[in-house]
């Protein structure tokens, strides 16, 4: 493809030898394409069908919300923060991109970096999550050694991520199955044994700080897959239909992560004060003695494969950082390099964590909210009603191309959002007026997408679309060119 971004191509398919994936951050052309959209679907079910989703849903419980409130709140929070992730989704196959190489047209092609290393931190953060409780899983039912099993669980999370893209997606499929196995059976037995009282299943003690968190947390949790959901469709053939890309997104993320979510608030509501596997196990076993072992075991291949989406990722955004700053040729050995250092700093972070799970991870998911809900308005607004999903890729990945080094319209978008943000804060560690005035409401998620979206609409106008569409129709006409070219190859085999 000429004048398009170069990369690695050891192999007819993009794979190297065809079982290691060799690209990472460039363009992925139409011969290395291929898969149906329903593989979205496991794939994000199977993300969000783990222990880390179930501990967001035991939130509101903590702070004395009834399980009949909670799971309102799971349920509104987790739809509402799906539709971010889904749409963005739909980006991957149309422009086989990772998600935020795409958002260089917003935020310019250093600009971006701030984004990235945002989403860097957030990842490895979750990871440090994932891995307190795997470890905790097996310090429960095989051998109590957390340093022992933060290393092993690192090591599997990375050799998968090592492996890539379609590895990542065949591997969710096959959990899915074990976890419907494990999990469906353990669900049943949760709610036959939940016992939960009248007041349980009533909203006559509804308070809304409680709800407010707990909602927050569901549709942060949905929203922390947005910055990098496109990674995992960019392989998919251009002409896949972006609303079949969307649902089956949709869908199975929002399938996995109420049911988990409200599995956590059932399980907190009847085994009060419970961590979230001590919880699992005290419900399992009593319904069947040893079934808890049986049921936590189940959960580890869960975490680790989890733990593999956010390396990858995070992979993908240290080597946007990077790029950005100076370009880089990105092959297969950098993306091991940037995988492993992700590992090792997750790693670091869950040998030197302390504090109470649940106090932390709400607290994380409260940040990680903030940051990501002007980028996602930025970028959502950008791709469909002001650039309508046109770029020229080839100017993505030039340093002084179309979209500049810093994009000021995205960037002074974002930081509108963010300051509009802050008096609708309430969180443990500052409470803004606004929020104060509704007795600790937080409406910071609203006002966030609105005003970045609102704004970046605004500054949007003064840009010329047209010379923008001359050449983005240059780069659709490359893609022909290679289509006819590939399609011309494959007949003579």
């Known amino acids: 493809m000429a004048d398009a971004p170069t990369g690695s191509t050891d192999g007819p398919s993009g794979t190297g030898t065809g079982t290691v994936e060799v690209r990472s951050i460039d363009w992925v052309p139409l011969g290395d394409r291929r898969g149906r959209p329903w593989s979205l679907g496991p794939l994000w079910f199977m993300a969000n069908a783990q222990v880390t989703t179930l501990a967001t849903g035991m939130l509101g419980a903590a702070l004395g919300a009834s399980f009949l409130s909670s799971l309102l709140a799971v349920v509104l929070g987790a739809a509402l923060g799906t539709v971010f992730t889904a749409f963005h989704s739909a980006q991957g196959p149309q422009l086989g991109l990772p998600q935020m190489i795409q958002s260089r047209a917003q935020f310019g092609y250093r600009g971006v970096a701030v984004m990235c290393a945002f989403v860097v931190l957030s990842l490895t953060g979750f990871n440090v999550f994932n891995q307190a409780l795997a470890a905790e899983a097996l310090n429960a039912t095989v051998v109590d050694n957390t340093e022992l099993w933060y290393v092993v669980l690192s090591a599997l999370a990375l050799l998968l991520a090592v492996f890539g893209y379609h590895w990542i997606h065949a591997t969710q499929r096959w959990l899915t199955l074990l976890f419907l196995a494990t999990f469906g059976v353990f669900t049943v037995v949760a709610v036959v044994e939940g016992g939960l009282s009248g007041d349980q299943l009533s909203l006559a003690g509804f308070e809304w700080t409680s709800f407010l968190v707990q909602f927050g947390a569901a549709a942060a949790y949905q929203l922390g897959w947005a910055p990098y959901v496109s990674d995992y469709s960019r392989y998919l053939p251009p002409q896949t239909s972006p609303r079949a890309a969307l649902w089956h997104t949709y869908g199975g993320s929002l399938a996995g992560a109420v049911w988990l979510m409200a599995l956590g608030a059932l399980l907190a509501a009847g085994v009060a004060d419970a961590a979230p596997l001590e919880a699992i196990r005290t419900v399992a076993d009593e319904a069947v003695d040893g079934f808890g072992t049986v049921i936590l075991l189940a959960a580890i291949p869960g975490l680790v494969s989890v733990m593999t989406l956010n390396i990858y990722a995070a992979s993908l955004n240290i080597i946007t950082i990077a790029d950005s700053v100076r370009p880089v040729r990105p092959t297969l050995r950098l993306r091991i390099v940037t995988c492993s250092?992700?590992?090792?700093?997750?790693?670091?972070?869950?040998?030197?964590?302390?504090?109470?799970?649940?106090?932390?991870?709400?607290?994380?998911?409260?940040?990680?909210?903030?940051?990501?809900?002007?980028?996602?308005?930025?970028?959502?607004?950008?791709?469909?009603?002001?650039?309508?999903?046109?770029?020229?890729?080839?100017?993505?990945?030039?340093?002084?191309?179309?979209?500049?080094?810093?994009?000021?319209?995205?960037?002074?978008?974002?930081?509108?959002?963010?300051?509009?943000?802050?008096?609708?804060?309430?969180?443990?560690?500052?409470?803004?007026?606004?929020?104060?005035?509704?007795?600790?409401?937080?409406?910071?998620?609203?006002?966030?997408?609105?005003?970045?979206?609102?704004?970046?609409?605004?500054?949007?106008?003064?840009?010329d679309l047209e010379a923008e569409r001359r050449l983005a129709r240059d780069s659709h006409a490359t893609y022909a060119e290679e289509a006819v070219t590939f399609r011309q190859a494959r007949a003579a085999r």
């Open 341 to 463: 250092a992700v590992t090792a700093a997750a790693l670091l972070g869950a040998w030197l964590s302390t504090g109470a799970f649940l106090d932390n991870f709400g607290t994380f998911l409260v940040i990680l909210l903030y940051v990501l809900i002007p980028w996602t308005s930025v970028n959502l607004v950008d791709y469909y009603f002001v650039r309508r999903g046109e770029y020229a890729i080839r100017e993505i990945f030039r340093p002084d191309g179309r979209y500049g080094r810093w994009a000021w319209r995205g960037l002074v978008s974002y930081c509108a959002g963010i300051a509009a943000m802050v008096p609708f804060i309430s969180s443990a560690w500052y409470t803004g007026p606004a929020a104060e005035a509704m007795g600790g409401a937080d409406l910071a998620l609203f006002v966030g997408v609105v005003v970045s979206g609102a704004v970046y609409l605004a500054v949007a106008r003064s840009l």
